[in-house]
Nanobody, 119 residues
Framework: QVHVVESGGGLVQAGGSLRLSCSCATSGVIFSINAMGWYRQAPGKQRELVASITSGMRTKYADSVKGRFTISRDNPKNMVYLQMNTLKPEDTAVYYC???????????WGQGTQVTVSS
């Protein structure tokens, strides 16, 4: 099983920014061939995919974060990042990273990182 560790969350005022990081404990080959995604789960809601990036660096975003969030990856370091700008209270959630392939998230879920946006 591949384990991931998310970090970078915190408390921020509406309009602020945060940068999340995800470290993946796997081989470089395994990491680089997988599309990766950032997911979030707000209280009382299902976990949702908010951004993903393929091995070829193509990105896609949920409509709710498009234009505000940017996903990136550093294959040599087995890292995935999520730059979040112009944060809104509705972005408050626990954020997770995992694969985003045809079968969805395949790796062991990490603890996530809490993002809280105050109004």
């Amino acid at each position: 099983q591949v384990h991931v560790v998310e970090s970078g969350g915190g408390l921020v005022q509406a309009g602020g920014s945060l940068r999340l990081s995800c470290s993946c404990a796997t081989s470089g080959v395994i990491f680089s061939i997988n599309a990766m995604g950032w997911y979030r789960q707000a209280p009382g809601k299902q976990r949702e995919l908010v951004a993903s990036i393929t091995s070829g660096m193509r990105t896609k975003y949920a409509d709710s974060v498009k234009g505000r969030f940017t996903i990136s990856r550093d294959n040599p370091k087995n890292m995935v990042y999520l730059q979040m700008n112009t944060l809104k209270p509705e972005d408050t959630a626990v954020y997770y990273c995992n694969t985003d392939g045809p079968l969805g998230a395949l790796w062991t879920w990490g603890q996530g990182t809490q993002v809280t946006v105050s109004s």
